[in-house]
């Protein structure tokens, strides 16, 4: 009896020992089975399921939080992070496992990109043409900023025979007073501005805009001129963008109910 009482042990155990532990569904689903000792048979592992995603605007990444504490059943936002950065925000919906995680990548709006690019660079009167046409969609008074511009003709016969005046009579009126040339010949005077008012995005896709004030400098070479624009404020009006970027979302939360969220700043 107590030899066959053996067989019958090492059978089993020499069975369990060569059954594999983990397996897998085989029809290209994923799914794994472990074989359960007490029940004596397969069941299915629990499979985890990453959440991740990037979006491009601050109103989107709003949306798609208020979505999340919908699905992770967290009313309130409570163990729920957003962390805004330089260059945008990230957003754990679950503090306790942080494998989850959602990207805001901020992008410049393709007219703010062309602002930087055309100042403190000087160029011609011909560039200076192209520059404001390719920010006419943000030049306010685009018309008449171009058409006054457009007195200083790209023919190379114009020439500056006066030093740019700005203002009148020691009064600045952001104008500049210039006498032009033309082979030779006077041509008379004209009215340049030098200041121009345009109002761009921040964030590719966001909704808003701000005024930047862009001097022009108009001088000189040898009666050809040579124009370039300055912005002293854009480095300030990027940083208000990123303040007003948080206060709208914070504004956001609100009114979604997410009074819980943590959000920090990282800059």
């Not at 069975?15 to 299915?44: C, M, Q």
């Not at 504490?69 to 729920?80: C, D, H, I, L, V």
């Not at 943000?138 to 200083?152: E, G, H, K, T």
């Amino acid at each position: 009896m107590d030899l066959t009482r053996e067989a019958i042990e090492h059978l089993q155990e020499t069975a369990i020992a060569k059954r594999a532990a983990v397996i897998e569904a085989g029809d290209g689903s994923g799914r794994r089975y472990l074989y359960n000792d007490e029940s004596k048979g397969y069941e299915e592992i629990d499979r985890f399921v990453k959440y991740e995603g990037s979006v491009s605007t601050v109103e989107s990444l709003a949306e798609l939080v208020a979505e999340y504490a919908k699905r992770f059943e967290r009313p309130s936002g409570k163990n729920m992070t957003v962390t805004f950065t330089s260059a945008g925000a990230t957003f754990s919906p679950d503090d306790a496992d942080r494998r989850h995680a959602f990207t805001y990548r901020r992008v410049l709006s393709q007219q703010w990109t062309a602002l930087r690019a055309a100042l403190e660079e000087p160029m011609s009167h011909k560039g200076l043409i192209r520059t404001m046409q390719s920010l006419s969609p943000s030049i306010l008074d685009y018309p008449v900023v171009f058409a006054a511009f457009q007195r200083l003709a790209i023919s190379k016969d114009v020439k500056l025979v006066s030093e740019p005046i700005l203002g009148a009579e020691g009064k600045s009126d952001n104008t500049y007073r210039v006498n032009l040339a033309i082979k030779g010949a006077i041509a008379g005077e004209t009215t340049l501005p030098s200041l121009i008012d345009v109002k761009v995005q921040y964030a590719r896709g966001g909704e808003a805009a701000y005024v930047i004030p862009v001097t022009v400098d108009l001088a000189e070479d040898d009666g050809t001129p040579v124009i370039t624009l300055f912005a002293p404020t854009i480095g300030t009006v990027a940083d208000q963008a990123v303040l007003d970027e948080l206060t709208y979302f914070d504004r956001a939360m609100e009114r979604s109910g997410l009074t819980d969220l943590l959000c920090v700043v990282n800059f």
